[in-house]
């Protein structure tokens, strides 16, 4: 198992649209994912969960990857979760 922390930079927070793209690349992994925010704990796996954590800006949140090229999986959902999302992409 591998963790590390990120910290919600998104001006909306996590919300619908980040999420998708979250448990999109959660599903994709062969491991266990956990994200873990002041508010509770969630696999990466559904949308509306990761909405429920109510990850806003600011937010310090935990990811423990348990599998394959965990350490470097878990640097790229890092990555994702510092994003500065922009809907539509500009």
Same mark, same amino acid.
């Given at each position: 198992? /591998?963790?590390? !922390?990120? *910290? #919600?930079?998104?001006?909306?927070? #996590?919300? $619908?649209?980040?999420?998708?793209?979250?448990?999109?690349?959660?599903? @994709?992994?062969?491991?266990?994912?956990?994200? @873990?925010?002041? @508010?509770?704990? $969630?696999?990466?796996?559904?949308?509306?969960? $990761?909405?429920?954590?109510?990850?806003? =800006?600011? !937010?310090? #949140? @935990?990811? =423990? *990857?348990?599998?394959?090229? &965990? &350490?470097?999986?878990?640097?790229?959902? *890092? %990555?994702?979760? &510092?994003?500065?999302? %922009? /809907?539509?992409? =500009?």
């Amino acid at each position: 198992m /591998f963790e590390t !922390t990120a *910290v #919600i930079k998104n001006e909306a927070g #996590i919300h $619908c649209r980040p999420s998708a793209i979250l448990v999109k690349e959660g599903s @994709s992994y062969d491991g266990k994912i956990l994200i @873990s925010a002041p @508010s509770g704990t $969630c696999d990466l796996t559904s949308a509306l969960e $990761c909405i429920m954590l109510g990850m806003e =800006q600011g !937010t310090r #949140i @935990s990811i =423990q *990857v348990t599998g394959p090229d &965990e &350490e470097a999986y878990a640097k790229k959902l *890092v %990555d994702l979760f &510092e994003t500065h999302f %922009d /809907f539509p992409p =500009q």
